[in-house]
T-cell receptor, first 112, second 112 residues
Framework: DAGVTQSPTHLIKTRGQQVTLRCSPKSGHDTVSWYQQALGQGPQFIFQYYEEEERQRGNFPDRFSGHQFPNYSSELNVNALLLGDSALYLC???????????FGPGTRLTVT | GDSVTQMEGPVTLSEEAFLTINCTYTATGYPSLFWYVQYPGEGLQLLLKATKADDKGSNKGFEATYRKETTSFHLEKGSVQVSDSAVYFCALSDQVTDKLIFGTGTRLQVFP
């Protein structure tokens, strides 16, 4: 049983560009959450998707957007990249609300 | 808002020493509490959890007790191993929204 997978593993972008990160949830999971982990910090909640809708959102600007597909996989899009967007982006999946969240290995984004 | 505070690291111990990592929280409701571990270059793994006051979570020799009166969830292990070297995150789950709120993490270094 594959766990949560994320792609790509690493990514380098230039300030002002746009980026798309991808996540495939663990089998049987229908809820996907995204977190941003800056270097030396704890993860910060970006948003959560359920039934292809954004169910809740953290304190992140509209430059951060997402999507969930019918197969429950998800994308995180970040527009107009800033240097401060450099971080590890973690995807977590669960069987709806109240169940344990399983994390993927993350995508390391570097903005130069 | 809800928040988690952990002791700063790094915590440096010799193999077989006793470990305590302090964690306190602030929450308006009755959150679930978690400890996650992050090994170098990897995502987060759930180490243990407790869902109500006085519950004790345990896994792989690690333990933590949900103390509502002191709003604490300290992580303990009786005898650490070199393989326990990692970053440990205390987190709470918002009772309404299910999002995870993390502390800043505590790096543990265990030497032979």
């Amino acid at each position: 049983d594959a766990g949560v997978t994320q792609s790509p593993t690493h990514l380098i972008k230039t300030r002002g560009q746009q980026v798309t990160l991808r996540c495939s949830p663990k089998s049987g999971h229908d809820t996907v959450s995204w977190y941003q982990q800056a270097l030396g910090q704890g993860p910060q909640f970006i948003f959560q998707y359920y039934e292809e809708e954004e169910r809740q959102r953290g304190n992140f600007p509209d430059r951060f957007s997402g999507h969930q597909f019918p197969n429950y996989s998800s994308e995180l899009n970040v527009n107009a990249l800033l240097l401060g967007d450099s971080a590890l982006y973690l995807c977590a999946s669960s069987r709806d609300r109240g169940y344990e969240q399983y994390f993927g290995p993350g995508t390391r984004l570097t903005v130069t | 808002g809800d928040s988690v505070t952990q002791m700063e690291g790094p915590v440096t111990l010799s193999e077989e020493a006793f470990l305590t990592i302090n964690c306190t929280y602030t929450a308006t409701g009755y959150p679930s509490l978690f400890w996650y571990v992050q090994y170098p270059g990897e995502g987060l793994q759930l180490l243990l959890k407790a869902t109500k006051a006085d519950d004790k979570g345990s896994n792989k020799g690690f333990e933590a007790t949900y103390r509502k009166e002191t709003t604490s969830f300290h992580l303990e292990k009786g005898s650490v191993q070199v393989s326990d070297s990692a970053v440990y995150f205390c987190a709470l789950s918002d009772q309404v929204t299910d999002k995870l709120i993390f502390g800043t993490g505590t790096r543990l270094q265990v030497f032979p």
